[in-house]
């Protein structure tokens, strides 16, 4: 009885929720996070949700270069970098405040996407991933370079300044909070215009077939950098934020680990489309600082187990692990595997039939 | 110094050919990139290192070594072909998808040395005692036994495979895999067979290569060392042309230079010596981006 009354209203609620348009959802999706630091979380979880609004701008701005116009970077991070590192600079050579030093970083992005970007258009496929993926390492190597330590501090890194030192560590946190997310979202509504303009249709055009998109008049170099610029801003954007928020740049933001977090985010969240970025960010960072750190012990301690030592380091091996299955079992990704259900067939199949050759293998067939 | 450079740059050449002829190998037969190449590397001399300590307990002697090199390269192929079967068979074809891949089990493979030997070196040494570990001079140069051992070993290496790839069966099956794979098919080849195998042989490279040039330079094994030789492969490799065994060779024989010229003229160009194949590499994609040798290339122009 208690059975089937449950039952019946899960689906009533699962046929409701199925009906709300995806805008609204997004609209929720940021009144709940704009709502969250209320509920009077500790210092240590607004750091976590503040990190993870950084790392949503890294992750969408790997998703428009890859995701949507199919170039892709295994070396994101060279762009979160400069934009740390020229912020870190500008800070503390010239002293400058934080609403000059974002801007620049974010111009210094650009300037950085189109000079990697020029070079970069004339190899397709697997080379353009090695040239991407060489591209930090060798930066790394540069600041690491002793004799440059005068100026890049080597591994230590170059300290810049926080956002709002003149208030209360706890104040701060909400304040920091509520910045960062002001910028996602200001990023995710640009990213979302740019892919849904004019602009967005062609650079998916050149993801589906690129020779087509040449003969029918395109101009694709121009779109292709186009495309390297945005990304490389918002990723500057988010490199700089980072600078001041952890008030420090150093090298570990041009790792290759780094460079790997957007490709974990945007594989669990679905990749070639906006929220799959941002729900997939926060899922891994829920996961990876509440989940595994906080939640899992306690659960353990009930059984009177603890954590092996090292767990630290399987955290890594258990997210990778979730790429791998996803790109080999489940490449759609958890986002989209909602919005199928959200949005009608004619729909769902017009999403299917854009993004990279990653998930197209794997279309869904179609329900009769 | 010039003597310094002609000579080590000669002994890095050889085995970074031997290093970058496995990366080319599954490339050309396969077309897989394989990121994981680096963890090869890595899994070989952590193993060499781990089954040597094993051995410990009996007198350390060259045969103990030798055996532990033969199983440490083994246990490496299966690991190879393991990760073919399991990770990359399921997504063959899709080359940016087998990159993602192979990258993610670069980072498991990192992430679990981490967990088992900890951050902290582990010596990957030949016996102490035995000829290997000592040297002589020659112009002027002190060079050890080691150094002698992997160029010879890997050029001998590198013949026989190349002498395997042009004469035998398997062989002439990987080449007729590479020019046409279904046709390959239709002649009675089983691909995926032989796919695994080339995993194998290039994993058992690589493993060689990561005992014979950890021996021989740093003599220890650490955690981020997959990176350098990643590099190194797939610079080397692009130089080249990507599938080309020449190519590999010649590839190998300019890196291997400028990174000693780089090494031994430039102050503090032990750091940064990482760079050099990088570069080299960039360079070479933007100016020809074909490589030297390329066959197998598809490019703008």
């Avoid at chain 1, 003149?166 to 304040?175: S, T």
């Avoid at chain 2, 094993?54 to 045969?63: A, K, Y």
């Avoid at chain 2, 000592?134 to 013949?159: K, N, P």
Wanted: with cysteine; charged share 10%.
């Amino acid at each position: 009885m208690a059975i089937s009354y449950l039952r019946r209203a899960y689906s009533s609620f699962a046929a409701h929720v199925f009906d709300i348009p995806p805008r609204l959802m997004a609209v929720l999706f940021f009144l709940i996070l704009l709502l969250l630091p209320t509920c009077g979380l500790s210092s240590y979880y607004m750091w976590i949700l503040i990190y993870a609004n950084i790392i949503a701008i890294f992750a969408l701005s790997w998703d428009l270069l890859v995701g949507r116009t199919g170039l892709i970077s295994l070396g994101h991070a060279l762009f979160f970098g400069i934009g740390g590192y020229s912020t870190a600079l500008l800070f503390r050579h010239y002293g400058l405040p934080l609403w000059i030093t974002i801007p620049v970083a974010v111009l210094l992005g650009a300037l950085a996407g189109m000079i990697i970007g020029f070079p970069c258009l004339r190899v397709k496929g697997p080379y353009l991933a090695l040239v991407t993926m060489a591209f930090p390492l060798i930066v790394s190597n540069i600041i690491k370079w002793s004799p440059l330590n005068p100026v890049f501090k080597g591994e230590i890194g170059i300290r810049a300044s926080p956002f709002f030192p003149f208030l209360p560590i706890r104040q701060q946190r909400i304040a920091e909070y509520y910045l960062t997310l002001l910028l996602l979202f200001i990023s995710a509504v640009i990213i979302y215009k740019i892919a849904n303009s004019k602009t967005g249709i062609v650079f998916i055009s050149i993801l589906d077939d690129e020779v087509a998109a040449k003969a029918c008049g395109i101009n694709v170099t121009k779109y292709k950098i186009m495309s390297f610029i945005i990304s490389s801003m918002f990723a500057s954007l988010a490199g700089s934020i980072q600078a001041h928020f952890l008030k420090n740049a150093n090298p570990s933001m041009f790792s290759l680990t780094l460079s790997f977090v957007p490709i974990i985010v945007t594989f669990l969240g679905g990749i070639g489309s906006i929220y799959g970025a941002i729900v997939g960010t926060y899922i891994y960072y829920i996961l990876d600082k509440y989940v595994l750190i906080y939640l899992l012990p306690v659960l353990l301690r009930n059984f009177n187990l603890a954590l092996p030592r090292g767990f630290e380091h399987a955290k890594l091996i258990i997210f990778t692990s979730i790429v791998l299955i996803f790109i080999i079992r489940w490449p759609r990704g958890i986002a989209r595997y909602v919005t199928d259900k959200l949005q009608d067939l004619e729909e769902a199949r017009d999403l299917d039939e854009r993004g990279p050759r990653i998930w197209k293998r794997y279309k869904k067939k179609e329900k009769s | 110094m010039i003597e310094e450079i002609i000579i080590f740059g000669g002994i890095a050449s050889g085995v970074y050919a031997l290093l970058a002829l496995g990366f080319t190998l599954i490339y050309g037969i396969s077309g897989i990139v394989n990121l994981a190449h680096g963890s090869f590397y890595m899994l070989g001399a952590y193993l060499f290192s781990f089954i040597t300590a094993l051995s410990l307990l009996e007198p350390e002697t060259m045969s103990n070594s030798i055996l532990a090199l033969v199983l440490a390269v083994i246990l490496v192929a299966i690991i190879g072909s393991a990760i073919f079967r399991l990770a990359i068979h399921p997504i063959i074809g899709d080359e940016v998808a087998v990159m993602v891949v192979t990258v993610s089990l670069a980072i498991i493979f990192q992430q679990l040395i981490l967990i088992i030997f900890g951050v902290s070196f582990l010596p990957v040494m030949w016996p102490k005692g035995s000829i290997l570990t000592t040297s002589f001079r020659i112009f002027g140069v002190t060079v050890d036994y080691s150094r002698v051992l992997a160029f010879v070993a890997s050029m001998i290496l590198f013949i026989a495979l190349s002498i395997f790839i042009k004469w035998t069966k398997i062989g002439k099956a990987m080449r007729a895999v590479s020019q046409d794979r279904e046709a390959a098919m239709l002649m009675g080849i089983n691909t995926e067979r032989l796919y695994m195998l080339t995993m194998a042989i290039s994993a058992m490279l690589a493993a060689t290569a990561g005992i014979l040039i950890t021996t021989s330079t740093t003599r220890h094994a650490g955690v981020y060392m997959w990176l350098h030789p990643l590099a190194l492969s797939f610079a080397i490799v692009i130089l080249g042309g990507l599938g080309s065994i020449k190519g590999s060779l010649i590839g190998a024989f300019i890196i291997g230079y400028a990174e000693q010229t780089v090494a031994i003229t430039v102050p503090e160009g032990g750091a940064i010596i990482g760079v050099v194949p990088l570069t080299v590499m960039v360079l070479v994609l933007l100016l020809r981006p074909k490589g030297l040798f390329g066959k197998r290339i598809e490019m703008e122009e």
